[in-house]
T-cell receptor, first 116, second 109 residues
Framework: DGGITQSPKYLFRKEGQNVTLSCEQNLNHDAMYWYRQDPGQGLRLIYYSQIVNDFQKGDIAEGYSVSREKKESFPLTVTSAQTNPTAFYLC???????????????FGEGSRLTVL | QQPVQSPQAVILREGEDAVINCSSSKALYSVHWYRQKHGEAPVFLMILLKGGEQKGHEKISASFNEKKQQSSLYLTASQLSYSGTYFCGTRTLARQLTFGSGTQLTVLP
């Protein structure tokens, strides 16, 4: 079955540590995204990538880094510079809007990061 | 800039109707609607495009007023399975999808 796999599902981190969240997709989508979800604030875009070896900052990129070395993979690193990293992180992918495509985002099941 | 959703929360009985609104201060190219159940990933419901085209997977209707930069999602004859948080996502030509803060819908038996 095609889909997006995020791991780990739950992660605990001590302050000052970097942590990397994995996102893998087998949908053959070019575009991939990372969103952060906090209670009452909806989904906020951290980074996105339209194509391999290229990525762009979203609205809240500070304290995060990404790479896109393969089409299938878009890992997110939460660095120690992120002042409030405890959140639910969602990875998504999409195809461009077209005659037969809706341009919808397909989401993974998320990774919940807690900083102790 | 985030689109503004209203209401923030709504409670209704099975069979009742609900309307969720989404408005933006910017000229929009498209509006997406997603539903997220507790602890799960958001699921796509519908996209509305400038020019009136709509594409969706479920029997849920929506409108897009391009002049007012507003969209509304119409949930008719609500079922228990409609419960969840509904997000609108708006896209301008220059930017990626930006989501509203969500509307929590609870359908009671």
């Amino acid at each position: 079955d095609g889909g997006i796999t995020q791991s780990p599902k739950y992660l605990f981190r001590k302050e000052g540590q970097n942590v990397t969240l994995s996102c893998e997709q087998n949908l053959n989508h070019d575009a991939m995204y990372w969103y952060r979800q906090d209670p009452g604030q909806g989904l906020r875009l951290i980074y996105y990538s339209q194509i391999v070896n290229d990525f762009q900052k979203g609205d809240i990129a500070e304290g995060y880094s990404v790479s896109r070395e393969k089409k299938e993979s878009f890992p997110l690193t939460v660095t120690s510079a992120q002042t409030n990293p405890t959140a639910f992180y969602l990875c998504a992918s999409s195809v461009p809007l077209g005659r037969t495509n809706t341009g919808e985002l397909f989401f993974g099941e998320g990774s919940r990061l807690t900083v102790l | 800039q985030q689109p503004v959703q209203s209401p923030q929360a709504v409670i209704l009985r099975e069979g009742e109707d609900a309307v969720i609104n989404c408005s933006s201060s910017k000229a929009l190219y498209s509006v997406h609607w997603y539903r997220q159940k507790h602890g799960e990933a958001p699921v796509f419901l519908m996209i509305l495009l400038k020019g009136g085209e709509q594409k969706g997977h479920e029997k849920i209707s929506a409108s897009f007023n391009e002049k007012k930069q507003q969209s509304s999602l119409y949930l008719t004859a609500s079922q228990l399975s409609y419960s969840g948080t509904y997000f609108c996502g708006t896209r301008t030509l220059a930017r990626q999808l930006t989501f509203g803060s969500g509307t929590q819908l609870t359908v009671l038996p």
